[in-house]
């Protein structure tokens, strides 16, 4: 089986960068093989012609060109790297996808030959790149993880890459220079990197620059691995924080032991800042300071009791932060990104539903849809649908015929849209694909929305889940 890890981004076209990890041990996430499959989807008005050009290493500039079927308005398609001939085994690079239609993408990592890992990693693509990339939690041997995560250059010439890493005292530990060929990627397996001692907790602040010293663009994507248990878990890199964040999902010991931590990143270099946290409902709160360029943890069991199930609002005094959200427990082991705003149009790539003698056996996922009002109004019952789509046949929507306050939230799956089967081919034909469109009618409506896609693990009856952020559709 070919092991090929990919996280990759949206800029008109589709930009990702791919990671490669160590041949498996049982029982360990750090050593298990991943192969990505690539799920993308056409969020324009006609059908989209595209191909995929693979890049293998940060010098490479001549790229493996894969052709791709076209993809009609609003459907979702489906590529497991590991079933492409042009591809070698261990292939450890980049990739981009060329489109004339928008397209927005999640990746997700499928473990090889483990009985154990059965968690599948998900993360986004990017509309664009940045001169920065804000990594808001870096681990080495901390908390039982190690963190590897990919630096793609996705300017049209050759970046000057500085990845610098804090601690959480703020103390600038260790820098790595690179320069990455336009398209390609640069990979860190912390767990490697011995200049940051025997172990680390801190982020990572990547700086791209032209030859001339003017800014270059860049993206990220970082997997958070269990050194010696079964969690995985992949989350984005952010090019620029805010002062407020919204967090859909908060959790303390809920629905069997499901808990939730955020890791928020100062992304001043020069500035400390006073962080809140503010949990609803019941507006309980937990305020720490952070260091420049530095980060610091609020599980949401310190503040807030027991059972707990919300959201959060996470409010800097002084810069700008990134945020990134944890969920873990009762077979948890995810990671979604704090949203600055809403959107009245959100894009979910990634959506499966199997009926449940499928489900529970254990060969096919369901997608859970977290939807919430960030706005300041309320949202008039009627006036949110839910769209999905696949290329199997299995197409219907779900409307919200409730009022949806602001910070109210709401659930949704395809069953709920009149599907037994979604975003797979019915047995015995085989196939995958399958995404949603989140679309709100009212006047200045702000949505965010959270997927989480679960794999029933029969041997022991929980659920190996993560999650990802819908995306703004352009």
């Not at 029982?27 to 989807?41: D, G, K, L, M, V």
């Amino acid at each position: 089986m070919k092991a090929k890890m990919f996280a990759f981004l949206t800029i008109l076209a589709l930009v990702a960068a791919t990671m490669s990890l160590p041949k498996n041990v049982q029982a360990q996430a750090y050593s298990t093989r991943f192969t990505t499959s690539i799920t993308y989807q056409n969020v324009g008005s006609g059908e989209a012609t595209l191909q995929i050009l693979f890049y293998e290493q940060p010098t490479t500039t001549t790229p493996i060109v894969v052709s791709r079927p076209n993809l009609r308005p609003g459907e979702s398609a489906s590529i497991f790297i590991g079933s492409l001939s042009e591809i070698a085994d261990g292939f450890r690079g980049s990739a981009v996808i060329q489109s004339d239609q928008p397209l927005l993408a999640t990746l997700v990592q499928i473990p090889q030959g483990s009985s154990t890992v059965f968690v599948r990693p998900l993360s986004n693509g990017f509309r664009q790149g940045g001169p920065q990339a804000l990594i808001a939690t870096v681990l080495k041997n901390m908390f039982g993880s190690n963190t590897i995560f990919s630096i793609q250059n996705v300017d049209t010439e050759p970046n000057n890459v500085t990845i610098q890493f804090y601690n959480t005292s703020a103390q600038l530990v260790h820098t790595i220079n690179q320069t990455i060929q336009p398209g390609a990627s640069y990979y860190v397996d912390v767990a490697t990197v011995s200049e940051l001692g025997t172990s680390f907790n801190g982020s990572a602040v990547v700086i791209a620059k032209r030859a001339d010293n003017t800014d270059g663009k860049i993206v990220g994507t970082a997997m958070e691995l269990d050194i010696t248990g079964t969690g995985a878990k992949a989350f984005e890199s952010v090019a620029a924080g805010a002062r407020k964040l919204y967090m859909p999902s908060a959790l303390c010991n809920a629905f069997g032991g499901q808990s939730t931590a955020f890791a928020v990143q100062n992304t001043s270099l020069s500035t400390s800042t006073s962080v809140r946290v503010t949990y609803y409902p019941g507006g309980l709160s937990a305020t720490k300071s952070i260091g420049p360029g530095a980060k610091a943890s609020f599980p949401a069991c310190e503040t807030v009791s027991p059972g707990f199930v919300g959201s959060a609002i996470v409010e800097s005094t002084a810069t700008d932060i990134v945020v990134i959200g944890k969920a873990y427990g009762a077979g948890l082991s995810t990671a979604f990104l704090g949203e600055p705003q809403g959107y009245a149009k959100l894009a979910l790539p990634y959506v499966r539903w199997a009926p449940d003698a499928y489900y529970y056996n254990g060969s096919r996922q369901r997608t859970f849809i977290a939807i919430q009002n960030v706005g300041a109004n309320t949202i008039p019952a009627g006036s949110i649908t839910i769209t999905y789509t696949d290329p199997f046949g299995h197409t219907g929507t779900h409307t919200y015929n409730q009022p949806l306050d602001p910070g109210a939230k709401f659930n949704s799956n395809a069953s709920m849209a009149g599907l037994t089967w979604f975003g797979m081919a019915e047995p015995p034909a085989s196939g995958f694909g399958g995404g949603a469109i989140i679309n709100c009618t009212a006047p200045g409506c702000q949505l965010i929305a959270i997927a989480r896609v679960a794999t029933y693990v029969p041997s022991s009856g929980i659920y190996a889940a993560e999650d990802y952020n819908g995306m703004p559709v352009p």
